[in-house]
C-alpha cells in the first residue's frame, strides 16, 4: 500500500480500532472539499467533512455524503476485462494485468509500425482532479508521439474571456462575497455546482444583501434569490451591454476608477452601446425594460456588487464573447475598488503549482496532429488518417460528449483498439477491447488544488486498492515499461512525483508551510493584499479594448441556434456529476424518471400532459424522456438536468445525442446549451 503519512487520530468503537484519515474530493467541482474518512479492517466506513478545512468547513454535498458507498460499490470493477461480444454489448472476460499489458503494448507497437503514433490518441478529462492522477498520461503519450488531445469540454471559452480582459489578474476571493450588499448568481446554479460558496452568500444575506440571478430557469439557486431574470438562451452578451448604455445613459460610471484604471471606456461608449438601448436590448433578451433599468441601477447604486460567474452562458457559439462583455461591467462602477465588489471567475491558482513537471511537453519530438475533444464524433469517423487506437481514462465520452450518437457510431468500429481504464462499467467501457479496474481517491496519492477557492491540500492512500485495482500513474508505469520508455518521470509512483512537486515549488507555492501541505492538511495559498487593483494585462489596465483580438471590443452576436422551436438547457444535476455518481441507487432516485421540464403552456400547445413519455429530436437525434410540466422553466425553453447513462434511457440514448460538436467563438470551447429541439408524444 501506499504511504500514510499524514497525522492519523486513532479510537476504538466496539472491539475495532477506527482511523481517521484526511482525503479530498477528487471530483471536478470547484468546491475541493476537505474529507475526513474513517478507516476500520482496511475499509472506508465512513466519509465526512474536514471542519478544519478553511473554505468548505466540514460540509458535504448530497452526492459525497456516502462516498464510501461509491468506493466500496458492487459495481466497481475489480480485474482486467478482454472484450468477447460485439462492442457496446458489455460481455468480457477477466484477464490477468500481464496480459492486458502485454495486449495493449503489442497492438499499440503494431500501429506505430504501420500508421504511426499519431494513429492513437490519448482521451481523459477530469474523473479526478488530482494533478498528478488527472495528467499521469501526458508525460507518455508526449513520448509516444501520439495525436494530442484538446481538453476543451468545459468552459474554455469563459477563460480565455477573463484573459481578454483581465489577463492574468486573479479573480476575487470567494468569501469577499459576505461583504456584498448585491449578489449576482450570473448563470451558475450554486446550489447545485458550487455550495460552499453559498456560505458567504448567505452571510451576507443575513448583513442583508439582495441576492440576484440571471439564468434561462428556475434551477435550484432560486430558492435563495430574492430576484430572478430569466433571459433568453444566450442573450446575456447583449444584456450587459444593455445595463452598461443605462449605467453611460443615467451618469452611474465611475470616472475616477476609469480614468485610473480602464483602458478603452471612450470606444466602447462611443461605438458600441449607443445600439444597446432598453429597447434593443428588451427584445434580444426577453427581459422587459423595466427589468433592465431596475438592474443597472441596482448594480450602480450598490455598494459592494459581486457577481458570479457560472460557465452556462459560455457554452454557446457566442460564448466567449458573451462572458468578456460580463467580465467588462465591473470596470464601469468601479466594482473591483470596493471590498465585497468584483467578480468570481474560475480561480486561477494553476501556477502555484509547477505542471511543467506533470505534464512534460519536452518529451514530444515534434508537434503532432491536435484533435478537439468536442469533436471526437467526427475524429472517430474520419477516413483519411483514421485514428487506430484510443486510451481512455476518467472521462467518459459515450455519455458526456456531444453529438453521442457520432461518438457511438466511431466507439462501435471493429478496426479501432479502444482502451478504457475506469473505476465501472461506463458506457464508454462497454465499447472497450481491453478494460483495466482504476483505483478510486481513497486509494491512492495525489495533489490537489481548486478553481473555485485557495486551497491546496495533498492526500495519501487511505485504504488498499479495492480487487486489482491500479492508479493511473500506476498502469502507465506498466505500459511505460512495456513499451521500453525509460524516462525517470514514467516510473514514479505519485507520492514521489506529488513530492517532486512540492519541493520543486513555485515562487506562490514557497509561501506555504510545506511541513502542513506534507502532512494532508489544508493549506490556503496567500492572496496578495491589492491583487484586485493589480491588473496583469500588457496595459496595467482593465482592457475593455484589447487591440490584440479580431474584435476589440465587447459586442453582441447571436447564438448558433437549430431550427427547432425549444432550447434545451443540459443543465448540472444536484445529484449526479456529469455522468458520475450513476452507481448510487439512492441518488438516481432523487432524480426521478430521466424528466424534462417544460412549461405549462408550451405542453398544452402541444397537447403534452405531464408523466407522459415524449421523444425529444433535432437534426442530430431523438432521446426519449419523462415530461414535467413545470412554471420553472419559461416558454421556449425546455431542461434535462443532468448526464445520465445509455441504459437509463429510454430509447438507449441520453441527452447528448441531442447537442452539437460545434464550437464556441474563442477557445473551442463546448457549445452544449446552444442547442434546440423540437419535441412529439413517444
Ligand atoms: N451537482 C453538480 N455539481 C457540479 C457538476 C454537476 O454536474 N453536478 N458539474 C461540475 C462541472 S464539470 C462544472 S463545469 C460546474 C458547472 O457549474 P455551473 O457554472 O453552475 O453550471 P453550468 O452548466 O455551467 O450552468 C449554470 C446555469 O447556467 C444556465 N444557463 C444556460 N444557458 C444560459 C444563458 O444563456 N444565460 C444564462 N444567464 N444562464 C444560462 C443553466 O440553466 C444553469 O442553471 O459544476 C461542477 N459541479
Ligand atoms: N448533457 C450534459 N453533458 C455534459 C455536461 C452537462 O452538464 N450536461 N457537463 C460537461 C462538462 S462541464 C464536463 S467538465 C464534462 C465532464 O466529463 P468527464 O470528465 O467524462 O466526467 P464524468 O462524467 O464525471 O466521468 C469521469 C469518469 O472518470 C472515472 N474516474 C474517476 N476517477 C478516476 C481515476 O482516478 N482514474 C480513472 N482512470 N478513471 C477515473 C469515473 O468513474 C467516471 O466514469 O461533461 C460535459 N458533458
Ligand atoms: S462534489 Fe463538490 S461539493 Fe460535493 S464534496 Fe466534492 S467538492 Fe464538495
Ligand atoms: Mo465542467
Known amino acids: 500500500m501506499a504511504r500514510n503519512l499524514q497525522p492519523e487520530r486513532l479510537f476504538r468503537r466496539g472491539g475495532s480500532l477506527v482511523e481517521k484519515r484526511r482525503s479530498v474530493c477528487p471530483y471536478d467541482c470547484p468546491d475541493a472539499c476537505g474529507l475526513v474518512v474513517e478507516v476500520e479492517d482496511g475499509k472506508a466506513v465512513k466519509v465526512a467533512g474536514d471542519k478544519e478545512h ?32 460485439p462492442k457496446g454489448s458489455g460481455q468480457f472476460r477477466p484477464i490477468s494485468w500481464a496480459t492486458a499489458i502485454r495486449i495493449i503494448a503489442d497492438k499499440w507497437q503494431t500501429i506505430i ?16 482532479m488530482g494533478l498528478v492522477q488527472r495528467n499521469a498520461g501526458h508525460a507518455f503519450f508526449y513520448k509516444m508521439g501520439a495525436a494530442r488531445l484538446d481538453r476543451t469540454i468545459c468552459s474554455p471559452a469563459k477563460g480565455y474571456a477573463w484573459e481578454a480582459i483581465m489577463g492574468k489578474t486573479l479573480s476575487v476571493h470567494p468569501d ?20 460552499h460558496f453559498l456560505h458567504g452568500v448567505r452571510e451576507a444575506k443575513q448583513r442583508g444583501a439582495q441576492v440576484w440571478m440571471i439564468d434561462t430557469y428556475e434551477n435550484a439557486t432560486a430558492q435563495i434569490a430574492d430576484k430572478v431574470f430569466l433571459v433568453k438562451p444566450g442573450s446575456d452578451g447583449a444584456l450587459a451591454l444593455g445595463m452598461m448604455h443605462i449605467l453611460v445613459r443615467d451618469g452611474l460610471t465611475d470616472e475616477t476608477f476609469i480614468a485610473e484604471h480602464v483602458r478603452g471606456y471612450e470606444e466602447l461608449k462611443q461605438n458600441i452601446l449607443p445600439d444597446y438601448t432598453p429597447e434593443a436590448v428588451s427584445a434580444l433578451t426577453g427581459l422587459d425594460t423595466a427589468a433592465i433599468v431596475t438592474l443597472a441601477h441596482a448594480y450602480a447604486k450598490a455598494k459592494a456588487p459581486f457577481i458570479c460567474l457560472g460557465s452556462g452562458l459560455s457554452r454557446y457559439g457566442n460564448g466567449s464573447m458573451a462572458t468578456r462583455t460580463i467580465i467588462a461591467l465591473p470596470a464601469l462602477i468601479g466594482a473591483w475598488a470596493k471590498q465585497g465588489g468584483g467578480l468570481l471567475n474560475s480561480i486561477s491558482t494553476g501556477s502555484a503549482v509547477p505542471m511543467a513537471a506533470v505534464t512534460r511537453e519536452d518529451l514530444l519530438e515534434k508537434p503532432t496532429r ?20 484510443i486510451y481512455v481514462y476518467h472521462y467518459n465520452p459515450a455519455a458526456v460528449n456531444p453529438d453521442q450518437n457520432q461518438v457511438i457510431k466511431g466507439l462501435e468500429r471493429e478496426d479501432l483498439f479502444t482502451v478504457v481504464h475506469e473505476r465501472f462499467m461506463t458506457d464508454t467501457a462497454k465499447y472497450a477491447d481491453i478494460v483495466l479496474p482504476c483505483t478510486s481517491s481513497l486509494e491512492h496519492g495525489d495533489l490537489y488544488r481548486s478553481y473555485g477557492q485557495y486551497v491546496v491540500q495533498r492526500a495519501y492512500a487511505a485504504i488498499p486498492p479495492i480487487g486489482e485495482s491500479k492508479s493511473n500513474k500506476e498502469v502507465f508505469a506498466l505500459l511505460a515499461e512495456a513499451m521500453g520508455y525509460d524516462e525517470p518521470v514514467l516510473h514514479l509512483t505519485a507520492d514521489e512525483h506529488v513530492d517532486l512537486l512540492i519541493k520543486t515549488g513555485t515562487p506562490w507555492l514557497n509561501q506555504i508551510n510545506k511541513k502542513k501541505l506534507n502532512a494532508g492538511e489544508p493549506v490556503e495559498l496567500p492572496v496578495p493584499d491589492n491583487h484586485k487593483l493589480t491588473f496583469k494585462t500588457p496595459s496595467g489596465k482593465i482592457e475593455l479594448l484589447n487591440p490584440r483580438e479580431a474584435e476589440p471590443l465587447p459586442r453582441y452576436f447571436a447564438p448558433y441556434g437549430d431550427a427547432e422551436p425549444f432550447w434545451l438547457m443540459t443543465a448540472p444535476s444536484l445529484y449526479g456529476l456529469n ?9 438516481i432516485k432523487r432524480r426521478g424518471d430521466m424528466p ?40 421556449g ?4 438536468e443532468g448526464v445520465w447513462k445509455l441504459n437509463q434511457g429510454f430509447n438507449g440514448r441520453t441527452v447528448n445525442a441531442l447537442t452539437a460538436q460545434r464550437l464556441t467563438d474563442r477557445a473551442g470551447g463546448s457549445t452544449f446549451y446552444d442547442t434546440k429541439v423540437d419535441i412529439r408524444p413517444a
Open 113 to 128: 509500425r504501420e500508421d504511426g503514433a499519431e494513429a492513437i490518441l490519448p482521451c481523459s478529462y477530469a474523473g479526478t
Open 579 to 587: 455522468s458520475s455518481f450513476s452507481e448510487r441507487a439512492e441518488l
Open 176 to 195: 469577499e462575497v459576505m461583504d456584498s450588499d448585491l449578489v449576482i448568481l450570473w448563470s451558475s446554479n450554486t446550489m447545485a455546482t458550487n455550495i
Open 596 to 635: 424534462l421540464l417544460m412549461n405549462p403552456a408550451d405542453a398544452a400547445a402541444k397537447g403534452l400532459v405531464d408523466g407522459q413519455k415524449v421523444v425529444v429530436f433535432n437534426g442530430r437525434g431523438e432521446v426519449v424522456f419523462t415530461l414535467q410540466v413545470t412554471p420553472k422553466t419559461p416558454s
Open 370 to 389: 491536435i484533435i478537439n475533444m468536442n469533436q471526437l464524433g467526427d475524429a472517430l469517423n474520419q477516413i483519411e488518417k483514421p485514428l487506430k487506437g
Open 54 to 85: 478553511p473554505f468548505t468547513r466540514g460540509v458535504l454535498c448530497p452526492k459525497m455524503a456516502n462516498y464510501e458507498q461509491t468506493v466500496h460499490s458492487p459495481d466497481r470493477l475489480t480485474t482486467p476485462l478482454q472484450r468477447v461480444g
Open 637 to 640: 425553453v425546455v431542461v434535462a
